[in-house]
Nanobody, 122 residues
Framework: QVQLVESGGGLVQAGGSLRLSCAAS????????MGWYRQAPGNQRELVAT???????NYADSVKGRFTISRDNAKNMVYLQMNSLKPEDTAVYYC????????????????WGQGTQVTVSS
């Protein structure tokens, strides 16, 4: 069984920083992409950033230049460094693992974490 566990959320003032971490546990062979999504009340869940196993990254336009995603493939962990936070960044942030395989030959699966709250006060 695989679990994604996020940590690092909290309350911060506008202009501040937070670092989110997500650990994928279980018997994992590989993960194609790991990323962060967020969902604010009344809004749909949206992509924040993704990092692929080879290191390529994608960011939402709203966070480019402020957020940095990184991962440790050996530890199956992904991080999101969030700087210059704005009140509109307030949301529940979810970790996502895309294309997770248990062996070289297995099919791939997607998993979600339970979410961590980020609140930015003005």
């Amino acid at each position: 069984q695989v679990q994604l566990v996020e940590s690092g959320g909290g309350l911060v003032q506008a202009g501040g920083s937070l670092r989110l971490s997500c650990a994928a546990s279980g018997s994992i062979y590989s993960i194609n992409a790991m990323g962060w999504y967020r969902q604010a009340p009344g809004n749909q869940r949206e992509l924040v950033a993704t990092v692929f196993s080879g290191g390529n990254t994608n960011y939402a336009d709203s966070v480019k230049g402020r957020f940095t995603i990184s991962r440790d493939n050996a530890k199956n962990m992904v991080y999101l460094q969030m700087n210059s936070l704005k009140p509109e960044d307030t949301a529940v942030y979810y970790c996502h693992a895309d294309g997770l395989r248990f062996t070289y030959y297995s099919r791939s699966y997607d998993y979600w974490g339970q979410g961590t709250q980020v609140t930015v006060s003005s």
